[in-house]
């Protein structure tokens, strides 16, 4: 059996400078250990470049063998100075509906 999740991003740049999201790196965790890991260019397609104050927001999912599971990552990103950063992205829980209490 394969349990299809979908979670939705929101990216907003509180920096100073706009910044371009250049790849992602994810990793993913079902609940019998084992991880798989994505990376890759953008998001969706996608490599926004974000002025100061923008936001952009995504949908997009991924298929575990379990009804739970984590994900993590974090985003590349270069700003407009030049300078190079890594935004993560803190653990959140996949898990089917009635799962967990």
Not at 17 to 23: F, G, H, K, T, W
Request: aromatic letters at 10%.
């Amino acid at each position: 059996m394969r349990f299809v999740f979908a979670y939705t991003v929101v990216m907003i740049n509180t920096g100073l400078v706009a910044a371009q999201l250049i790849s992602r790196h994810w990793l993913i965790l079902d609940s019998e250990n084992t991880t798989q890991e994505v990376r890759g260019l953008g998001v969706v397609g996608q490599q926004p470049t974000l002025a100061p104050g923008q936001r952009f927001e995504y949908t997009s999912g991924c298929v575990l063998a379990t009804p739970v599971g984590t994900m993590k990552g974090s985003y590349f990103w270069k700003a407009a100075d030049g300078v190079d950063f890594e935004a993560p992205i803190a653990p959140f829980v996949l898990a089917m509906p009635r799962t967990l209490h």
